[in-house]
């Protein structure tokens, strides 16, 4: 495919998801509070307490794992005490082709010292085959599902919505670092804030209290894929 038939595909293609999601997100903005200048994102409370509802990711099987019973779904207030990546992706963007590989080293490197990553595709559920290749051509162990609207609108960026968007959160569910895109520079801020959440860990444990408020409010905001 010349690159000018891929801009073609990639502009129409981009221009049909915003038309179909443009209602659910304005939906959310005018339902949802925004954050205020204090607020920190946090992942949801077990419990269910705090502002940060639950949310629910439908995963997709994965062979390469280790688990060989993965859940189908995965509540994202199973991962607080847990240091997180969420690493959101579209399966046909050539720049989300050349950051998997480091996201990939990223988990190699660390999952033994407690780092856990999701990946989160922006396609839409129908595109299951270009996905599972993505996950393969990229040798994908960890898990990965769709990304839903809400997981977009509490912790995607509001004012870029650019893909690969990569957001990190320390033990505490707290977000911690957000960035987008890939370059050397992102690959080293991205290591050294794993590397101090784990330390985190490791020197004094997770710091989870049940019964504290989450202060996520979210942002609504469209992806842009590419």
């Avoid at 205020?36 to 419990?47: C, H, R, S, V």
Wanted: aromatic fraction near 6%; glycine fraction near 8%; charge should be positive.
């Amino acid at each position: 495919m010349s690159e000018k038939s891929f801009r073609m595909g990639f502009n129409s293609s981009l221009a049909l998801r915003r038309l179909v999601l443009s209602p659910i997100v304005a939906l959310l903005v005018m339902v949802a509070p925004r954050l205020g200048a204090q607020d920190i994102p946090e992942l949801p409370m077990p419990d269910g307490s705090g502002d940060t509802p639950e949310m629910i990711v439908k995963l997709l099987p994965n062979n390469l794992g280790p688990v060989v019973n993965q859940p189908k779904a995965l509540k994202l207030s199973s991962l607080r005490g847990k240091v997180v990546l969420l690493d959101m992706f579209w399966s046909k963007c050539p720049h989300c082709e050349e950051h998997a590989p480091h996201i990939v080293e990223f988990y190699n490197q660390y999952k033994n010292r407690g780092l856990n990553i999701i990946g989160l595709a922006t396609d839409p559920e129908t595109e299951l085959a270009s996905v599972r290749q993505f996950m393969a051509k990229a040798k994908i162990s960890y898990p990965v599902g769709f990304l839903t609207t809400i997981v977009r609108a509490y912790y995607g960026d509001s004012h870029d919505s650019g893909v690969p968007q990569m957001v990190l959160f320390g033990s505490d569910g707290k977000m911690v670092i957000r960035r987008i895109g890939w370059n050397e520079q992102v690959s080293k801020e991205m290591k050294q804030a794993i590397e101090e959440q784990l330390s985190k860990v490791s020197s004094s444990g997770p710091t989870i209290k049940p019964g504290s408020k989450a202060t996520a409010k979210p942002v609504a905001s469209k992806m842009k894929q590419g």
